[in-house]
């Protein structure tokens, strides 16, 4: 099992491009979320899916949408990408036990 | 306030020496999970309980419910301990909430 597998693992973007980021597990977990990581910062929650078909927002899902595309898959994307979306992204997934799987992380800029 | 407060933010230690992380939440919850976050930057979850005390190798997490208090121990620790150590608490009715890390640094 790959578990959870997550690219690029690095992207520069200048301010005003677009791109997503793509997510996929392969332990059938209904549960999938996207986080961002910011020095001094907690993990903060940007948006997850409970299960396939459904999207919610996090803690901070401005300038991000989220797409389920199926059970294995969540992407993330950004449409017009700031200097303040510099961060490491981090795709999550859980299944019914709760205990979350990280994916190894994408470490965006923006200039 | 965060509703996660980790301690140290930053601990330096000698091989073998025991270790302690601690982590204080202030909001209901259903369940704490301990994460290591290795300097490369990848994520594991160590433990996720909810009462007690759970053991894995080195590794002990306890947690004390009335308290809202959980601990991470280390014993004889090691240099490829050292890694940033994540505290996470699941609201009763919600999502994850994580404190900020501590910085663990094991000396040979």
């Known amino acids: 099992n790959a578990g959870v597998t997550q690219t690029p693992k690095f992207q520069v973007l200048k301010t005003g491009q677009s791109m997503t980021l793509q997510c996929a597990q392969d332990?059938?977990?209904?549960?999938m979320y996207w986080y961002r990581q910011d020095p001094g910062m907690g993990l903060r929650l940007i948006y997850y899916?409970?299960?396939?078909?459904?999207?919610d927002k996090g803690e901070v899902p401005n300038g991000y949408n989220v797409s389920r595309l199926n059970k294995r898959e969540f992407s993330l994307r950004l449409e017009s990408a700031a200097p303040s979306q510099t961060s490491v992204y981090f795709c999550?997934?859980?299944?019914?036990?709760?205990?979350?799987?990280f994916g190894p992380g994408t470490r965006l800029t923006v200039t | 306030k965060n509703e996660v407060e980790q301690s140290p933010q930053n601990l330096t230690a000698q091989e073998g020496e025991f270790i302690t992380i601690n982590c204080s939440y202030s909001?209901?919850?259903?369940?704490l999970h301990w994460l290591q976050q290795h300097p490369g930057g990848g994520i594991v979850s160590l433990f996720m309980?909810?009462?007690g005390k759970k053991k894995h190798g080195r590794l002990i997490a306890t947690i004390n419910i009335q308290e809202k208090h959980s601990s991470l121990h280390i014993t004889a620790s090691h240099p490829r301990d050292s890694a940033v150590y994540i505290c996470a608490v699941r609201r009763s009715q919600g999502n994850l909430i994580f404190g900020k890390g501590t910085k663990l640094s094991v000396k040979p």
């Open positions: 332990m059938n977990h209904n549960s």
């Open positions: 909001v209901g919850i259903s369940a």
């Open positions: 899916s409970a299960s396939e078909g459904t999207t």
């Open positions: 309980l909810s009462s």
């Open positions: 999550a997934s859980s299944g019914t036990g709760a205990r979350l799987y």
